[in-house]
C-alpha cells in the first residue's frame, strides 16, 4: 500500500453519496457528503468535489447502493438496476463517472465495500474470511475472503434469507414486497414501522419486540456462522446503535447454536466475535478507497 498515491472513495447511498480522498483512515485529505436527489444533480456533485484532485489521484472505488450489478463482465456493470427509488432505476452510476473522469473505477455493492473497508483497516483486518452486515433501512451483507468481496452468479443477498417466525408472539406477516417474512421483511426498518405505525428510533427500549428483534438477527446469524464460517461478524446500522442490541444478539446467537460450534470465539470470547465496525460512519468510503487501491494495484 503506497503512501504517496492518493485514491478517491464514493459511497453512494441512498439518501447520501459519501466522498473522500486519501489512502487510509489516517490520511484523508478531503471529504464530502452529498443528498441523493437525482442521478443529474448528485453525481455532478461528486464529479465537481474530485476534479481538483483529479491529476493526483489514481484511482476511484464505488460502493453503491442496490440493486447493483458488481458483474464487471455484465453489459450493465455499474448500473442501478430495479431499485423502486425515484429517478435511478436502470441508472449507469459508473458510466456517469467515467463520462466526467478519466480515472480508472471499480465498483461493488456497499455492503461488500464497507466489508472490505473493515477488513482492510476496521474490526476484523486481522481475519481472513469476514462477515459485514447492515441492518437499517433495508438489509444486507458482504463477505470479504482474503480481501475480495464473494460473489457468484450474482451479488450475495444476504437480507433476503428466511427465518423461523412464530406467528404466536408475531403475527406481522412481513414488508418484504418479494418475499413477506424474510429476514428484511421482518426485522428491517420500514418493518418495524409497519408493524408499529412508527420508526424503531421512537420505539421505547424496553418494549418486547426488541427482544425479537435480537432473536430475529441472531437465526440470520447463526445460518450465516454455519455456512459461511466467518472469523468475525461485524454488524452495521441504524438498529445496532441501541446499546441493548449487540448483548441480546450475543447471547440469542450463542443460545441457538446452544455449543454445537464448538470454538473459543463462539463459546467465550462473543463479545469480540459479533461486534460494531470499527471505522463506525466510515466502513463505506474508507472500504471504497479500498477497493480503488485494490483495482488499481491489480491491474499494474
Ligand atoms: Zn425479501
Redesign the pocket.
Known sequence: MSASFLYGGIEGGGTKFNCAVGNGPDSIIAEARFATTTPAETIGQVIEFFVPYADRIRGIGLGSFGPFDADPASPTYGYITTTPKPHWGNTNVLGLLKEKINLPFAADLDVAVSGLGEATWGASKNDSHSLYITIGTGIGGGYIINGQPLRGLVSLEM??IRLARDPQLDPFQGA?P??GD?F??LAAGPAVEKRFGQKGETLPDDHPFWGLEAGYIAQALVNYILSLAPQRIIIGGGVMQKDFMFPSVRRKTQELLNGYINHTMILNHIDEYIVPPALGGRSGVLGAIALAIESTSKKL
Open positions: 437480507g433476503h418484504c418479494y418475499h424474510c428484511e421483511g
